[in-house]
């Protein structure tokens, strides 16, 4: 469960940080907002992978 909630934080402060990047406006290129946007997916998806995973243990089906 813990690791549910680190990943929820991850994705929050990569999130907000994006946000803050973007209302800077110093990436001309989008460079940077890209990588953000893209660890962003990644730990959205590891959060949902972790979440599928506690409710297929908690479900009993191994």
Do not use: C, E, P, W
Not at 14 to 19: A, F, I, M, P, Y
């Amino acid at each position: 469960m813990i690791l549910i909630f680190a990943a929820a934080g991850a994705t929050l402060y990569v999130l907000v940080k994006g946000v803050v990047n973007m209302a800077q406006q110093k990436d001309i290129t989008g460079q940077r907002s890209q990588q953000l946007m893209r660890q962003r997916v990644l730990y959205q998806a590891v959060a949902i992978v972790l979440v599928v995973l506690f409710l297929l243990m908690a479900s009993g089906k191994h």
